[in-house]
Structures are given as structure tokens and as C-alpha cells.
């Protein structure tokens, strides 16, 4: 966490979507902007709003009948029909929201003593599974490549031993914003199926991709397919973390129901009505969609403006573009900032309130994550404030 110094008002000159229920915007005093975790500045789509409201002013907010058969019903149709995930039964589901997931997933598809693998730079959550689950964690730092953060596949070979039992992935990647090409998927799969590993693939930020195409890693083979649980959801397509929800789904019933046994008695598994409707909302009607087509061009513009931003004003930021989500890394170890936790040098200096990389593994030293999932003044005046540190 990052120490400040308190409060002052902000600035009439910029304009913070400031909200008292918002996590994001009441961490750091209010002169600070806040780009750290991710939630979008955005306004919620109307669709889901009034979906919400419905299911209130129509009085069903009891124990839903139906589980969540029709959601889950709703949401493979729609992984097959836009993304090419074919048959994925919908019964296989427990619907949870994609960090209790990650946890779940390590628990069930491990013993004591055994191993899990993982790209780093990672979101943290990823981190927390494998070490509150008391399983050993086995890095393959991801490597700069011309084009973005690449696998190591020799690497990875090195690291998997006999305890490993289970690849976690994050397709799209956070912190690198990196989209798998379907060429790396393979090369991964062939991993998992030559060391006869469980695959876990955190796809939460899926619909969040700008250049693409998203893959979902079930959808390689058959083969493949029986050996992944899929994590995924809306809070970040549709910008509903708060209504928490998601769903760990796989092709395997046997797969599932490891998981089912871990969460027995302490997860629901069906989702909570509100966020029912709200992700129902987002996924099955034209204004949920007209929502996301249009968010997806705000972030493509965000993203562009970035990068530019990046490319005139700041030369020694290594930086590639983030293929999807709205998140952005940036390697600022050339800053003579404290090589350890340059978010803490701009947050004092420029205001600005970013993500150290250090919670993403240790070769996130020297390394931002910046959240540009905002309006086009508060991102105008983060870029300001930034530019005179990064020149
Ligand atoms: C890759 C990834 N997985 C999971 C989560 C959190 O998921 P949830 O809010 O559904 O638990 C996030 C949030 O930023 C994320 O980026």
C-alpha cells in the first residue's frame, strides 16, 4: 500500500467522477486521481441498471428458481456463437465471481506439496491462490519481445517438474494487456497435455480486446478442453465487479465437481439475482451490446492516447500497447525513482495514483500498472501531471 500524506480538495480544473461507495476513488486523498484497480470510470450501461431495478420493483429477489440455468444457458451460447467455444455444457458451471474461483480451482485440482505454474508478471489474486492453498508456485517470467511480453517456452520447461499439476493463465493478461495469439495458446496446450497438467484460464476480461482475436483456450481441442476450467464474468466487460459474479465452467463434470466439492457449503454456486439480471442484461439485449461496442471504442481511444502520449513525452518508458483490457504496464526502472516502488514516487510527486508492479510478483520491480479506464478530462489531466516527471 501506498503512504500519503492527507486530504486536499480536488482540483475544480479536472473532472473526478468522485463517489463515496467507489472503492477506487475513496483509497487516496482527493487530490489524488486514482488509476489502480480495475474498475472503469464509465457510466453503467442503462440496460443494466434498469434490469436490477426491475427484478427489485417486480419483487422477485427470493431464492431464484432456476439457479442460473438460463444465465448459464445464455452465456455459452454466446461463448460459441462470438468467440468459437462449442460445447460447452452449461451444467458445469458454479457460478462465483473469478477470484474465489482462482482459489477454488487450486484447491481442487492439487494436493499437498504439489505445484502450480504461472506467467508473471500477475494479477495478484493469482499469487494469493497458490500460496494461501500452502502449494508451491513456479514463475515463468514473461520476456519483452518486439511486439509485446512473450511466453518462455524453453523456460517453462525448465520450471515444471513432477509436482507440477496445474498452468494458470490469464487470457487477456493482467498486468501486460497481451491477447495470446492462437499460435502461443497451442504451444501452451501442448504443454499441458505433454505433462499431463490441469489448466486453469482466467478469461474475466475476454470482451475487452482491441486487437485480437480473443481465443478462449478451451475451444483448442477436445483433448484439451477436458483437461481446462474456464473463469470468466462481466465485471470488467460490463463493469459490474460490485454485483460479484462470475462463473467457473468447464467441459469435464468430473472437473467440476472438484470444484463443487471444494466450495461445498461455503459458495452458493447459483448467482445472486441482481447480479443475474444485471449480467443477463449485458450479454442478451441490443443495448447491452450498443453499451459494450461503444465503451470498447472509448478504451481503443484511451489506449491510443496513452501510447502516443508515451511515445512523445516519455522515451524511457518501455511500454507496448495493451491488446486488451484498459489496463497498461509500464517498465519505468529507468527513473531513478526508488527502483523497488516507483508507484510510491509519482503518487507523492504527480498525484496520480498507480499500481506498483511488485504486487504482480518480483520482476515487477520498477514497474507501474496504469488503469486507463476513464473519462477523456481525468485522463487529459493524469497525463498532465505525469508528463514533467516522465520527460
Ligand atoms: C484477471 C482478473 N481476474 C479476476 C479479477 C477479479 O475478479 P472478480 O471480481 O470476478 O472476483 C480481476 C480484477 O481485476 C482480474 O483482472
Same mark, same amino acid.
Given at each position: 500500500?501506498?503512504?500519503?500524506?492527507?486530504?486536499?480538495?480536488?482540483?475544480?480544473?479536472?473532472?473526478?467522477?468522485?463517489?463515496?461507495?467507489?472503492?477506487?476513488?475513496? +483509497?487516496?486523498?482527493?487530490?489524488? /486521481?486514482? %488509476?489502480?484497480?480495475?474498475? %472503469?470510470?464509465?457510466?453503467?450501461?442503462?440496460?443494466?441498471?434498469?434490469?436490477?431495478?426491475?427484478? /427489485?420493483?417486480?419483487?422477485?429477489?427470493?431464492?431464484?428458481?432456476?439457479?442460473?440455468?438460463?444465465?448459464?444457458?445464455?452465456?455459452?451460447?454466446?461463448?460459441?456463437?462470438?468467440?468459437?467455444?462449442?460445447?460447452?455444457?452449461?451444467?458445469?458451471?458454479?457460478? %462465483?465471481?473469478?477470484?474465489?474461483?482462482?482459489?477454488?480451482?487450486?484447491?481442487?485440482?492439487?494436493?499437498?506439496?504439489?505445484?502450480?505454474?504461472?506467467?508473471?508478471?500477475? +494479477?495478484?489474486?493469482?499469487?494469493?491462490?497458490?500460496?494461501?492453498?500452502?502449494?508451491?508456485?513456479?514463475?515463468?517470467?514473461?520476456?519483452?519481445?518486439?511486439?509485446?511480453?512473450?511466453?518462455?517456452?524453453?523456460?517453462?520447461?525448465?520450471?515444471?517438474?513432477?509436482?507440477?499439476?496445474?498452468?494458470?493463465?490469464?487470457?487477456?493478461?493482467?498486468?501486460?494487456?497481451?491477447?495470446?495469439?492462437?499460435?502461443?495458446?497451442?504451444?501452451?496446450?501442448?504443454?499441458?497435455?505433454?505433462?499431463?497438467?490441469?489448466?486453469?484460464?482466467?478469461?474475466?476480461?475476454?470482451?475487452?480486446?482491441?486487437?485480437?482475436? +480473443?481465443?478462449?483456450?478451451?475451444?483448442?481441442?477436445?483433448?484439451?478442453? %477436458?483437461?481446462? /476450467?474456464?473463469?470468466?464474468?462481466?465485471?470488467?466487460?460490463?463493469?459490474?465487479?460490485?454485483?460479484?459474479?462470475?462463473?467457473?465452467?468447464?467441459?469435464?463434470?468430473?472437473?467440476?465437481?472438484?470444484?463443487?466439492?471444494?466450495?461445498?457449503?461455503?459458495?452458493?454456486?447459483?448467482?445472486?439475482?441482481?447480479?443475474?439480471?444485471?449480467?443477463?442484461?449485458?450479454?442478451?439485449?441490443?443495448?447491452?451490446?450498443?453499451?459494450?461496442?461503444?465503451?470498447?471504442?472509448?478504451?481503443?481511444?484511451?489506449?491510443?492516447?496513452?501510447?502516443?502520449?508515451?511515445?512523445?513525452?516519455?522515451?524511457?518508458?518501455?511500454?507496448?500497447?495493451?491488446?486488451?483490457?484498459?489496463?497498461?504496464?509500464?517498465?519505468?526502472?529507468?527513473?531513478?525513482?526508488?527502483?523497488?516502488?516507483?508507484?510510491?514516487?509519482?503518487?507523492?510527486?504527480?498525484?496520480?495514483?498507480?499500481?506498483?508492479?511488485?504486487?504482480?510478483?518480483?520482476?515487477?520491480?520498477?514497474?507501474?500498472?496504469?488503469?486507463?479506464?476513464?473519462?477523456?478530462?481525468?485522463?487529459?489531466?493524469?497525463?498532465?501531471?505525469?508528463?514533467?516527471?516522465?520527460?
Amino acid at each position: 500500500m501506498n503512504a500519503v500524506e492527507p486530504s486536499a480538495e480536488p482540483s475544480a480544473s479536472w473532472d473526478a467522477p468522485y463517489d463515496t461507495f467507489s472503492k477506487k476513488w475513496n +483509497y487516496y486523498p482527493r487530490d489524488v /486521481i486514482p %488509476m489502480w484497480v480495475a474498475d %472503469m470510470d464509465m457510466p453503467h450501461a442503462q440496460v443494466i441498471i434498469e434490469a436490477v431495478m426491475r427484478r /427489485i420493483t417486480e419483487n422477485r429477489i427470493g431464492y431464484p428458481g432456476q439457479g442460473g440455468k438460463h444465465l448459464a444457458e445464455t452465456l455459452v451460447a454466446r461463448l460459441s456463437e462470438r468467440h468459437g467455444l462449442h460445447g460447452l455444457p452449461a451444467e458445469n458451471a458454479v457460478f %462465483m465471481s473469478c477470484v474465489p474461483g482462482l482459489h477454488a480451482t487450486a484447491r481442487a485440482l492439487t494436493a499437498p506439496g504439489d505445484a502450480i505454474v504461472v506467467q508473471t508478471p500477475l +494479477y495478484g489474486p493469482f499469487l494469493d491462490a497458490i500460496s494461501t492453498a500452502r502449494l508451491q508456485r513456479q514463475d515463468n517470467p514473461l520476456v519483452p519481445g518486439p511486439n509485446g511480453y512473450e511466453i518462455d517456452f524453453d523456460h517453462l520447461e525448465t520450471v515444471i517438474t513432477p509436482a507440477t499439476k496445474v498452468l494458470m493463465v490469464c487470457n487477456p493478461h493482467n498486468p501486460t494487456g497481451r491477447v495470446w495469439r492462437r499460435a502461443e495458446l497451442e504451444r501452451l496446450a501442448d504443454v499441458v497435455l505433454r505433462h499431463r497438467l490441469w489448466l486453469v484460464s482466467d478469461e474475466l476480461h475476454n470482451e475487452l480486446v482491441f486487437d485480437g482475436p +480473443y481465443i478462449p483456450f478451451a475451444s483448442l481441442s477436445t483433448e484439451l478442453a %477436458m483437461r481446462t /476450467i474456464t473463469l470468466t464474468g462481466p465485471a470488467k466487460t460490463f463493469n459490474t465487479a460490485g454485483l460479484s459474479t462470475g462463473i467457473t465452467i468447464s467441459h469435464s463434470a468430473a472437473l467440476i465437481s472438484r470444484v463443487r466439492a471444494i466450495t461445498h457449503g461455503l459458495v452458493s454456486g447459483c448467482p445472486n439475482v441482481l447480479s443475474e439480471a444485471a449480467w443477463l442484461a449485458a450479454i442478451a439485449t441490443p443495448e447491452g451490446d450498443a453499451w459494450h461496442q461503444s465503451t470498447l471504442a472509448d478504451l481503443r481511444a484511451n489506449r491510443d492516447q496513452l501510447t502516443a502520449f508515451l511515445h512523445d513525452h516519455a522515451p524511457r518508458v518501455a511500454y507496448h500497447p495493451s491488446e486488451g483490457t484498459y489496463l497498461a504496464w509500464l517498465d519505468v526502472r529507468a527513473y531513478d525513482w526508488g527502483k523497488e516502488k516507483p508507484g510510491d514516487f509519482l503518487l507523492e510527486h504527480a498525484r496520480v495514483g498507480l499500481s506498483d508492479g511488485l504486487g504482480y510478483s518480483p520482476t515487477g520491480a520498477g514497474h507501474v500498472r496504469l488503469n486507463f479506464a476513464t473519462t477523456r478530462p481525468v485522463l487529459d489531466e493524469a497525463l498532465n501531471r505525469l508528463k514533467p516527471f516522465l520527460a
